[in-house]
T-cell receptor, first 116, second 111 residues
Framework: GAVVSQHPSWVICKSGTSVKIECRSL??????MFWYRQFPKQSLMLMAT?????????EQGVEKDKFLINHASLTLSTLTVTSAHPEDSSFYIC????????????FGNGTRLTVT | QKEVEQNSGPLSVPEGAIASLNCTYS??????FFWYRQYSGKSPELIMS????GDKEDGRFTAQLNKASQYVSLLIRDSQPSDSATYLC???????????FGQGTRLTINP
């Protein structure tokens, strides 16, 4: 149980284009999902908390107009990287918890984004 | 001070020995603590969760929590080469659902 699916697993795009990443909870409903970013040899940094039916909550320093988050249903959250630049190249990982609160997070397989 | 701190390593341990990974956290009222294992290029997978002081054992893994010292550790007994990975300590932030991760400890088990 508690499977989180993320798509695509990798994407290469040109600078200035936009990329959408999908995160789905396959066997549970998630009112809250989390988007993390991980640069090489660094830890996971929380970008934003995605809330079903309402606006996402962004961490300090994360541009909400650049990283658009939509959580339109209880099983799907999307992250769109708009006008991507090479410095946006990173490993993006979504996560969710079946019970919320303080229960452990389960992660999607991640999306490797490379902006050329 | 970082919210969650780990020694980045690398930590090298001979096969069959005990690997000991440590983590300290700054938020005294944190209630939930997790250890994740991350292989290179992959997303983290949950190894252990611990919520109360003391030890929690699951197979070859033992998590230890000491809230007074704001310290959580992970012991891996009978280390195997397949245990070579980066181990991430994560702590629940007070009043929020989000987890804060340490920088991770890179563990290498030498055959």
């Amino acid at each position: 149980g508690a499977v989180v699916s993320q798509h695509p697993s990798w994407v290469i795009c040109k600078s200035g284009t936009s990329v959408k990443i999908e995160c789905r909870s396959l066997d549970f409903q998630a009112t809250t999902m989390f988007w993390y970013r991980q640069f090489p040899k660094q830890s996971l940094m929380l970008m934003a908390t995605s809330n079903e039916g309402s606006k996402a909550t962004y961490e300090q320093g994360v541009e909400k107009d650049k990283f658009l988050i939509n959580h339109a249903s209880l099983t799907l959250s999307t992250l769109t990287v708009t006008s991507a630049h090479p410095e946006d190249s990173s490993f993006y990982i979504c996560s969710a918890s079946p019970r919320g609160g303080t229960s452990p997070l389960h992660f999607g397989n991640g999306t490797r984004l490379t902006v050329t | 001070q970082k919210e969650v701190e780990q020694n980045s390593g690398p930590l090298s341990v001979p096969e069959g020995a005990i690997a000991s990974l440590n983590c300290t956290y700054s938020d005294r009222v944190s209630q939930s603590f997790f250890w994740y294992r991350q292989y290179s290029g992959k997303s983290p997978e949950l190894i252990m969760s611990i919520y109360s002081n003391g030890d929690k054992e699951d197979g070859r893994f033992t998590a230890q929590l000491n809230k007074a010292s704001q310290y959580v550790s992970l012991l891996i007994r009978d280390s195997q080469p397949s245990d070579s990975a980066t181990y991430l300590c994560a702590v629940n932030v007070q009043g929020a659902q989000k987890l804060v991760f340490g920088q991770g400890t890179r563990l290498t088990i030498n055959p």
